[in-house]
């Protein structure tokens, strides 16, 4: 199975940016053939789509993310990243990586095998 490890998470505050990065356990080969998504889980709250890019490097966002998050994957070292400007204390909670099948749709939870242990983010005021 793929082993996806995030880091980069943090606190900082309102406007602040954080860079997250999702390393798989095996290079050249994973980020290529996989559909690869951030998800992020509030206390309290179901697990949400942030924002997701498929085996040929199209992207898609949720509404929230637009124009402040970009998704971007160096298929090279097998690292996604997720590059978040312009943080909101709503942004805050536990951000994973997700890795599943190249048909997958990116917001599709229950479509996705493979998940890192999450970084948490926490966006102060």
């Known amino acids: 199975q793929v082993h996806l490890v995030e880091s980069g998470g943090g606190s900082v505050q309102a406007g602040g940016s954080l860079r997250l990065s999702c390393a798989a356990s095996?290079?050249?080969?994973?980020?290529?053939?996989?559909?690869m998504s951030w998800f992020r889980q509030a206390p309290g709250n179901e697990r949400e789509g942030v924002a997701g890019?498929?085996?040929?490097?199209?992207?898609d966002y949720a509404e929230t993310a637009k124009g402040r998050f970009t998704i971007s994957k160096d298929t090279l070292k097998d690292t996604l990243y997720l590059q978040m400007n312009n943080l909101k204390p709503e942004d805050t909670g536990t951000y994973y990586c997700?890795?599943?099948?190249?048909?997958?749709?990116?917001?599709?939870?229950?479509?996705?095998?493979?998940w890192g242990q999450g970084t948490q983010v926490t966006v102060s005021s």
């Open positions: 997700a890795a599943g099948p190249a048909e997958v749709g990116w917001w599709d939870i229950g479509g996705y095998p493979y």
């Open positions: 095996e290079y050249t080969y994973t980020y290529k053939t996989y559909t």
């Open positions: 890019i498929y085996k040929d490097g199209l992207t």
